[in-house]
């Protein structure tokens, strides 16, 4: 029996007639038993009828009982057999089997709704009979769901959920645990579903809370966090389910609260008295959680009413808003709670003004937000304000009319009272511009309100702020005067208010300036009584609104402060300590908080039994306090325990807060070497409570230090924080004890401090708590949370440019927790991520987000009104999203002129004002904005696109981006936008004002000078919005270039870049002048300077010229140098010079190009960031101080270096490098570099430092001095490439006399800081121009250049060519100095053409170190093409200028020469032809091999000491790529040269013709190019030109043969990868002048990489594949005519092949291994899909060097297959394989796989003709093996052996299951063992490739040893074959799709009955996904 139902229903088989028979033979049988036993293998239940079947079974058995379901609820064996009785059970009808009945236990019973409705009880009536109410049913399915069926379980549960969700959903919820994710996943989607409503949605949560309570509440919770507009939703399910009182009691407090709110709207719950019972069962903590509630409430309400956005919250009604304010101000809570709920108070006021008279009723079930009143209000709370001020009505009528309006019960009445009272308020920051006049009558209003108690409560408390903040203000100013007023009018009611009258007292100046107001102060004070008249409190002011602590003393307000603001603004003392209570409070300064990572935790409890136990803490008595810190002073190891006794003698928990505190400031702060004492003091005391106590001190007084302002500038203060780092580490991690997050976040602190520029102050305090990490067993590295701290604080060391000090400080931690800074991986934080969050901004108010967070320290600043920034908010205008623009908030800036009496008469038309701005704003912006950006970006786009081609530093692409753009698109918006604007500003003011029925007359004034006055502020909007607009728009234009210069960087770092879709496009790169064509180094710094002068561009007006800076002179002199003439468009820039007038003060041209993408217009910046400039100016006068020290010190330095250098004692050292190591000179020559680089602006520092050395090195008088002055100037240039740059152009351009100093000059020339080309070109001008004293020190300087020194020359004479050319041109009489030289050179050239070549020399040369030019530090100007060639040097003279000179150094000479040649700007590709022309004719080096090699060697080996030597010189980052460059130069040129040599014709060799001007000039052919050096090499042999090229690679060989050996480990392979590279291209580029041998000089290259192969070379081997897959290279050789370059280059694949085969396999790869392979598996993608012909003739090659293991290796080989050829989809049903024209074809076979077989070859063809030698085919299993080797089968004989045999058979027309081919396969197949019979099948498995007759014949031989085998071992070994060549990632070879395919479909093989096919279930599914 192997299933029921299906076919066999329908049989005629009788199951009754079945059991009838069994019942007579087995009549005791146990029929539970036969239903037991049905768990067997082949158990399954088809259909509905297969059931049937065994229900009808059983009702024929001898028992009674009903059909056993309960028996497949139990654990099976056949789980598909159990499952597929499951589910045809849950299917069927209830009348032919109840699984209710049969079920121990139901999900639901009619008792569980009892007592529930009648819709309740119905419902579960007709749930209790369904088939589903089985909960062991349920249950035995969901534990299924973790087994081998569990993709069947999952649609059976979606089945059976959908047919009853509700029996489904309360079953699962009484499964406990939960089972299975399966489980978990449904029973949370189910209860998504009833939770956010559905019809049955009341009964299941009835359910649900009868069954799991606490999972009700945690899901109700989960839906309000998900969304909290569902709260509505919430409460209608508390409700029906009568457990309101049960969630009202749930934590967090936020939703009970939430919850509370809305319920008492539905009047369901007192919200008054719920809240009073609270707050007396929680007290502060409750207290402070309402007060964030009604933050965050606000936040919401006003951001949804700012974006007219859905609310994200349920709004809170007046009535429940009034109720809280009520309670809250009514309870005694905490200074903290005080203070934020007077700020929750105002702001509340401030966003529902309805709420300003708390003792009307507001509308039922109105939420407030109406933040603005009815128009016909409006308009009549107006009229009256008019009318007091024109004098229409006094103050006093105007009081009773308010009186009227405040009792009146008529709904507009109140409305317009409310209003009133909310315009005052509103208007108190504008009292200052009030004419006199109108503001005494203001403030005889004002404080006849407070008088006439016409304000109360919260707005009482307002009202007195206000007046107590204007009488802050300095005497005789007008919010002075209106203070004095006001507080006149109710001065008879101060006794109500002696707290009030407290605060007056404090103001210092009151006392001074109105005495009389002070005595009746005091005599209020005095008389302070509350009224017995006061019926019920409601006119009280409410003290949180007015109350402040009265310690610190109180200083005025320099500017206006807020309604919101605080009454003090007091400086708090640094640490918590200095407070009279001795507790640390964490706002003790009223400064906004810069760290807000940083949280103090809450007070701590005590606890007895798990009970809270109420702690009155307070400080003990003088003499117990006394006592304490007697013993704390005496204190020591030794004396511990008598201390301990004594102290806890004394201390009880109630003085803990008071101890604690004076621990951690008295103590810890200071003392930092005693607390490892302390800390012990603590353990041995043992309290978890005071330990929990000085934690929070510690916390809170480090919060008061990072956030003070002392500490940024005390270093006393910083190190109090330092030791309180210190102290907190001890106290937790030393111990193994966490700092938790919600304490201190570190990486967030981190962050905070480097967008405040605060990393001074936080790098020490983190690095000195994570010191503490060294003695911690679980804090210590690798720790993640300890490394990702670390892994900031790298980054900030290397892109934060930190001080030395900072960096100090992360170093010393990295010591100390012995880890290397360099090993360290530094994250990506501050590259990706923005400085400010702005998006928060444009959407949220910042004070209402400060309130929500309980942070009110950003309300008290008193540069602005908190209550104009939450009515208004304060956007930052760099945000867009989604097209949207957001606009600043403009209010603050708007400027009204004083002439518009409009304004004086009508104050609130001001907000009419701003409302017609931002209109007129959003009319215009968009397009102005669009099109500004469109041009703007295109524009940069095309451009930085070009002049980038060759850039690799994406950075620098970036910036110069963002500088044009930003400018351009500035500019634009500002041109288009001025007038439209002017002109819809004035349409929009004038409508707006007319429709609020305002005089003409008065309007038109209005408008023409508001629009006049505000116009720039509104453009400098639109132009902002632009700027930063383009800047995201050219940042996606550029994406792309970005992301390919990054990953060109990293994949091939030093190597030049080339954007090839910008070169290949562009029509004029090659045609453009030299200064504007890009060069491979990318662009150069005079290239660059176009891009950073859009940083000078200003489009602000120029300041008056009386406030201009600096002068073109100073007293001390003219100035030495002035490039201003120089660089014109940098004029403006130099200001003038400094210190001696030595050189130019560059501070106000200085380019920030780094911080250049976030520049901002200067109008703007003035705009937004007035109080940041405060604080920069603050900064920058205690940075002043500083920079004043650092010059001091470098001044004394100076002096200290010019007395030793003076000294007497310094006779005895003639030059630098004779000083001792340790001389004082040397050290002080280190210190000043290190004084630029402390300094806050290191770059202008070491300006600073360089002018004055440049001044004292013209003056200096020895040698010595000379040569330290101009390393102290190296030294300088270090520290910022800016000063290296700017130097170079002083000593290089400066027109001063008194730079011509010939010994110093030449000093500057030996290191490098005089740009060579620039100074020739400078100089023959001033030739030119017949300037004497130029004229002579041009001579001078060439003489002492060329021949001072004998042994070889500084420069060399092309270096000075258009000097030496302006000397021809003079005319008249020449100076001395000049005739000299011309006399010295003539005399030189005679002797050198009379000298004798010496005789050549054999010795081996060793490598010396040669004169090779240094680069210049500026990039070149423009050379005009005029310019005539530089003279070329003599070769010969050359080669006999030194008799004594060896052979060797002679060549390397020639060899320097050419260098000198290629880097001159003006050599030209004709003087490079005649160098090398005059080059080949010396025959002593052409004419004989091994002299060619000589100097070919020589060459090799001085390119490779220069490029290793400038490798090993550290540098920036920045110029990492320069130095590159700089270091390959003699490589690059040695590549010149040889390919140079290749290009010669045979007449350059013997005759040349004679130029005009004296030198050879090489012929040209008639076919070259005039501007090339290419030559046509037809006339040079080949065989000449190969022979040459090889000796050249052959001494290539040698060299890296010699450094490879003797180097080993530290062996660098880049010179020499740059070698090759380069001779690539340079062959490439001369590949159509060299048509007949360019492809056999690429195939000797391809020879000489064969004798580097990895196997003999593996230093060289990351080399060595780059070079074999280079771009000009492999393909090249690749489509060369009749595959010439075929075999060369499978020759090299091989190589690689089998280097990699050890390697290989091993199945862990080290992580070189592991890249090695991923490059090899690259190559070989790029060869299938180009070259895959190739791969086809050559994959028996391949296939016989890969290891067995690599299967993908060999499948891309496999997988090619010609690309004129269409392959068949092997999974077309019916494929006839052998009907295909393709299969018949045979495919080109180009490996030679005869050769291994010559030991049988003969015995092997002798059997497959005559196939009667049987002895053969026995002894080739022997011959197959390999004696003790690994692997033990000769596998390379093995594929020779198969796949010659299969050849020879299908000549011979042989099929493949016939002939002697078949007999040798099968006696090898029945022979091997498993090893080697895996090893053969894989030979055949290698043939099975795209459609051709071996593919076919292979194929059919497979199959037919499959077939034919009768052993299971070697069909499952056939499969193993072919299915781990199926299993792997694609691509599959076409012929083993096929293959596989017909074997497991073809029933001929009855592939699926083998059990190797079932072993396992995953074996099983996968053959099965297979044959689908």
């Not at 490798?1511 to 320069?1522: E, G, V």
């Not at 013709?1553 to 290419?1574: A, E, K, M, Q, Y």
């Not at 070379?1657 to 290279?1673: E, K, M, N, V």
């Not at 193993?1920 to 299993?1927: N, S």
Request: with cysteine.
């Amino acid at each position: 029996m192997t299933g029921v139902g299906g076919s066999l229903s329908s049989s005629n088989w009788g199951v009754e007639n079945f059991v009838t028979v069994v019942k007579q033979v087995a009549p005791d049988l146990d029929w539970h038993n036969v239903i037991q036993h049905l768990d067997y293998e082949h158990f399954f239940i088809y259909d509905a009828k297969g059931l049937d079947t065994l229900i009808r079974a059983w009702k024929e058995c001898p028992i009674e009982d009903p059909f056993p379901a309960n028996k497949f609820f139990g654990q099976w064996k056949n789980l598909k057999g159990q499952l597929s009785a499951l589910y045809q059970m849950a299917n069927v009808s209830p009348d032919v089997l109840s699984l209710m009945a049969c079920s121990k236990r139901t999900v639901i019973d009619v008792d569980d709704f009892k007592n529930s409705n009648q819709s309740f009880r119905a419902m579960a009536t007709q749930l209790v009979i369904s088939q589903l109410n089985s909960l062991d049913l349920i249950e035995c399915v969901v534990h299924l769901a973790e087994t081998a069926v569990a993709d069947d379980v999952a649609v059976f549960l979606e089945k059976i959920t959908h047919k009853s969700p509700e029996l489904v959903f309360m079953a699962l919820i009484q499964i406990q645990p939960i089972q299975s994710n399966v489980h978990k996943e449904l029973l949370r989607r189910l209860l998504m579903v009833y939770l956010n409503g559905n019809a049955g949605s009341a009964f299941v949560l009835t359910k649900l809370f009868q069954v799991n309570p606490d999972l009700l509440a945690k899901s109700l919770l989960e839906l309000y966090n998900n969304d909290a507009t569902s709260l509505t939703r919430i409460l209608d399910t508390t409700q029906e389910l009568k457990i309101l009182s049960q969630m009202l009691d749930a934590q967090p407090v936020y939703f009970a609260i939430d919850l509370a709110a809305l319920a008492s709207r539905r009047e369901y719950l007192n919200l008054e008295k719920w809240l009073q019972d609270k707050i007396s069962e929680f007290k502060d903590a409750f207290i402070r959680s309402c007060l964030e509630f009604l933050a965050q409430k606000i936040s919401a309400e006003m951001s949804r009413q700012e974006t007219n956005a859905p609310p994200t919250t349920i709004p809170l009604s007046l009535e429940s808003m009034a109720t809280f304010l009520k309670v809250l101000s009514e309870s005694t809570t905490t200074q903290d709670n005080m203070e934020m709920l007077k700020e929750v108070q105002s702001v509340c006021l401030q966003t529902y003004p309805k709420l300003m008279n708390l003792r009307m009723q507001a509308e039922p079930g109105s939420t407030g937000g109406e933040v603005s009143f009815k128009q016909d209000v409006e308009d009549e709370a107006n009229s009256y304000y008019e009318r007091v001020y024109s004098g229409n009505m006094s103050v006093d009528e105007m009081i009773e009319r308010l009186k009227v309006f405040s009792k009146s019960k008529n709904s507009h009445e109140q409305d317009v009272f409310a209003c009133m009272i909310h315009n005052l308020f509103d208007e108190y920051h504008f009292f200052s511009k009030y004419p006199d006049r109108e503001l005494a009558i203001t403030s005889f209003l004002f404080g006849a309100l407070i008088q006439h108690q016409l304000v109360s409560y919260v707005p009482l408390g307002i009202a007195l702020r206000c007046v107590l903040d204007a009488l802050r203000n300095p005497p005789g100013t007008k919010m002075y005067n209106f203070g004095t007023q006001a507080l006149a009018q109710f001065q008879s009611r101060l006794p109500e208010w002696p707290q009030y009258c407290a605060h007056l007292l404090q103001i210092p100046h009151l006392q001074h300036s109105n005495p009389d107001l002070v005595r009746m102060i005091n005599a209020s004070m005095q008389s302070s009584q509350v009224p017995s008249g006061q019926d019920d409190g409601t006119m009280m002011p409410n003290a949180a609104a007015i109350a402040l602590p009265l310690t610190g003393t109180a200083t005025p307000s320099t500017n206006l402060p807020g309604l919101t603001a605080g009454l003090m603004a007091a400086d708090g003392p640094s640490l918590a300590a200095q407070s009279p209570a001795g507790a640390s409070t964490p706002q003790q300064s009223l400064r906004p908080v810069v760290f807000t990572s940083v949280h103090v935790p809450t007070l701590p409890q005590e606890k007895v039994d798990g009970a809270v136990v109420e702690v009155d803490y307070e400080p003990p008595s003088e003499a117990t306090q006394d006592k304490i810190l007697f013993t704390i002073n005496n204190l020591a190891r030794n004396n511990m325990d008598t201390k301990l006794i004594e102290l806890k003698e004394n201390l009880d928990k109630h003085a803990y807060q008071w101890f604690s505190n004076y621990l951690v400031v008295k103590r810890a702060s200071i003392e930092p070497n005693y607390h490892d004492l302390y800390l012990l003091l603590l353990d041995a005391i043992d309290s978890r409570l005071l330990r929990e106590h000085v934690f929070r001190e510690t916390i809170a007084n480090i919060q008061i230090l990072l956030n003070s302002e002392k500490t940024v500038s005390s270093s006393s203060e910083r190190s109090l924080l330092k030791n309180l780092g210190s102290w907190l580490g001890g106290m937790t991690l030393a111990r193994n004890k966490p700092i938790r997050h919600k304490n201190i976040a570190f990486k967030e602190l981190l962050l905070e401090g480097y967008d405040n520029n605060r990393l001074i102050v936080v790098i020490p305090f983190v690095c000195k708590v994570l010191e503490q990490c060294s003695n911690s067993k679980v804090f210590k590295p690798p720790n993640p949370w300890l490394m990702a701290i670390l892994k900031l604080l790298v980054e900030l060391y290397e892109f934060a440019d930190l001080k030395l000090n900072l960096k100090f400080e992360i170093e010393v931690l990295c010591k100390s927790l012995s880890l290397e800074l360099k090993d360290i991986e530094a994250t990506n934080v501050l590259k990706n991520r923005r400085a400010r969050e702005a998006a928060a901004a444009a959407q949220r108010n910042p004070v209402i987000d400060a309130l929500a967070k309980g942070d009110v320290s950003l309300l008290r600043g008193p540069a602005q009104s908190p209550l104009h920034t939450a009515l208004v908010g304060n956007i930052e205008p760099s945000d867009m999203e989604d097209g949207q623009i957001a606009l600043p908030n403009l209010a603050p800036y708007l400027t009204f002129n004083p002439q518009v009496i409009l304004y004086s008469a009508q104050p609130a038309t001001k907000r009419l004002v701003l409302q017609a701005i931002n209109r007129s704003i959003r009319e215009i912006i968009e397009p102005v904005v669009e099109r500004s950006v469109a041009i703007a970006a295109v524009s940069t786009r095309e451009l930085v696109a070009k002049d980038f081609a060759m850039e690799s530093d994406e950075n620098k692409m970036r910036k110069a981006a963002h500088l044009m753009a930003q400018n351009l698109a500035g500019s634009l918006a500002m041109v288009t936008c001025k007038e439209p604007l002017r002109l819809t500003l004035m349409t929009n003011l004038r409508n707006i004002l007319l429709s609020n029925g305002l005089a003409d007359n008065l309007v038109e004034q209005a408008v023409h000078l508001t629009v006049s006055d505000n116009l720039d502020l509104v453009c400098a909007v639109i132009e902002k919005a632009a700027m930063e607009k383009v800047t995201l728009e050219v940042d996606e234009c550029l994406l792309a270039a970005y992301t390919n210069r990054k990953k060109h960087r990293e994949q091939r770092p030093g190597q030049p870049f080339y954007d090839l879709d910008v070169l290949s496009a562009s029509r004029f790169p090659g045609s453009l002048p030299e200064p504007l064509r890009t060069k491979p180094d990318g662009l150069q710094a005079g290239q660059l300077r176009v891009y950073e002068d859009f940083a000078r561009i200003s489009r602000v007006a120029p300041p008056p010229a009386g406030t201009a800076t600096g002068a073109t002179g100073s007293a001390g002199g003219p100035p030495l140098m002035n490039p201003v003439a120089n660089y014109p468009n940098a004029a403006a820039g130099y200001a003038g010079a400094v210190v001696g007038g030595m050189m130019p003060d560059t501070n106000a041209a200085a380019l920030d190009f780094e911080n250049a993408s976030g520049m901002q217009p200067s109008a703007m910046a003035a705009m937004y960031h007035q109080h940041q400039q405060q604080q920069q100016q603050q900064q920058q006068q205690q940075q002043q101080v500083s920079v004043h020290q650092i010059l001091d010190r470098f001044g004394q330095c100076m002096i200290e270096l010019e007395a030793l250098v003076s000294s007497p004692q310094m006779a005895q050292y003639t030059n630098f490098q004779s000083l001792p190591p340790m001389h004082d000179i040397l050290t002080i020559l280190r210190q000043i570099p290190m004084l630029a680089h402390a300094s806050f602006d290191k770059t202008e520092a070491a300006r600073t430092f360089a002018q004055k050395v440049v001044q004292v090195l013209y003056k200096a008088e020895t040698q010595l001095a000379r040569e330290m002055y101009v390393v102290l100037l190296e030294q300088l240039c270090d520290v910022s490439p800016n000063v290296g740059t700017l130097v170079t152009q002083w000593l290089t351009h400066a027109d001063d006399e008194r730079k011509y100093n010939v010994p110093v000059t030449v000093a500057l020339i030996k290191a490098g800081l005089i740009n060579l080309p620039e100074q020739d070109q400078e100089l023959a001008l001033l030739i030119d121009s017949g300037r004497n004293s130029a004229i002579d020190f041009t001579a001078r300087l060439i003489y002492a250049c060329l021949f001072t020194d004998d042994n070889a020359p500084l420069i060399a004479r092309q270096d000075f060519a258009a000097s030496l050319d302006a000397f021809s041109r003079l005319r008249g009489n020449m100076p001395e100095g000049v005739l000299m030289l011309l006399e010295e050179m003539r005399r030189k050239a005679a002797a050198l053409s009379q000298a004798q070549q010496p005789q050549q020399q054999q010795q081996q040369p060793q490598p010396l170190p040669m004169p090779l030019p240094q680069p210049p530090l500026l990039p070149q100007q423009q050379q005009q093409q005029q310019q005539p060639p530089p003279p070329l040097p003599s070769v010969a003279a050359l080669a006999s200028m030194n008799k004594d000179m060896d052979e060797s150094e002679q060549m390397k000479m020639l060899f320097v020469e050419w260098v000198h040649l290629l880097q001159h700007p003006n050599a030209n590709e004709l003087t490079q032809q005649t160098f090398l022309a005059q080059l080949a004719q010396q025959q002593r080096i052409f004419q004989n091999e091994d002299a060619l090699s000589l100097f070919f060697r020589v060459c090799l080996e001085a390119s490779v000491q220069h490029a290793i030597k400038y490798k090993q010189i550290p540098s920036a980052a920045s110029n990492q790529m320069a130095l590159s460059s700089v270091a390959y130069q003699p490589m690059d040129a040695l590549s010149k040269l040889m390919v140079g040599l290749l290009l010669l014709r045979p007449s350059d060799l013997s005759s040349n013709t004679s130029s005009p001007s004296g030198t050879t000039t090489p012929s040209l052919d008639n076919n070259s190019n005039p501007g090339s050096s290419v030559s046509s090499p037809t006339a040079q042999s080949a065989s000449t030109k190969l022979a040459q090229f090889s000796k050249f690679l052959s001494v290539v060989v040698l060299i890296v043969s010699q450094h490879h050996e003797q180097r080993r480990e530290h062996f660098d392979q880049r010179p020499f990868l740059r070698l090759f590279t380069t001779l690539m291209a340079d062959l490439h580029q001369a590949e159509q002048s060299l048509q007949g041998v360019y492809i056999p000089l690429l195939i000797t290259v391809a020879s000489t990489l064969h004798t580097l192969q990895p196997l003999y070379f593996p230093g060289f081997t990351f080399a060595w594949l780059q070079l074999i897959s280079h771009r000009l290279f492999m393909p090249k050789l690749l489509l060369a005519e009749q595959q010439k370059g075929w075999p060369a280059f499978e020759r090299l694949l091989i190589d690689l092949f089998q280097f990699l085969m050890p390697y290989l396999r091993h199945v862990e790869l080290k992580e070189t291994t592991r890249w090695l392979y991923r490059g090899t598996l690259r190559v070989l993608l790029v060869l299938l899909h180009d070259f895959p012909e190739f791969l086809c003739d050559y994959h028996y090659s391949f296939c016989d060097v890969i290891p067995s293991s690599c299967i993908q290796l060999r499948n891309l080989i496999l997988s090619a297959f010609p690309r004129n050829m269409r392959l068949p989809d092997p999974f077309t049903p019916n494929l006839k394989v052998d009907l295909l024209p393709e299969i018949k074809q045979a495919p080109r076979v180009l490996s030679d796989y005869e050769t291994p077989l010559e030991p049988i070859k003969k015995d092997l063809d002798r059997y497959l003709l005559e196939q009667q030698d049987k002895t053969f085919v026995a002894s080739l299993l022997h011959k197959l093996k390999l004696d003790g080797q690994d692997p033990a089968y000769n596998v390379p004989l093995i594929n020779a052996l198969v796949l010659y045999v299969g050849v020879t058979s299908i000549t011979q027309n042989i099929p493949g299951n016939q002939g002697a081919a078949i007999d040798i396969f099968q006696h090898l197949l029945n022979e091997l063992d498993p090893e080697g019979r895996y090893l053969f099948l894989s030979a055949i498995a290698n043939q099975l490739r795209y459609p051709n007759s071996h593919t076919h014949y292979f194929s059919c031989v497979l199959l037919y040893l499959f077939a034919e085998s009768n052993k299971d071992i070697i069909k499952e070994q056939i499969t193993r074959v072919l299915l781990e060549r199926l299993i792997v990632n694609r691509p599959h070879p076409w012929g083993l799709l096929i293959t596989f395919i017909e074997l497991i479909k073809n029933p001929s093989y009855n592939f699926w009955n083998h059990s190797f096919t079932r072993c396992a279930a995953d074996i099983e599914r996968l053959f099965e996904s297979v044959s689908k």
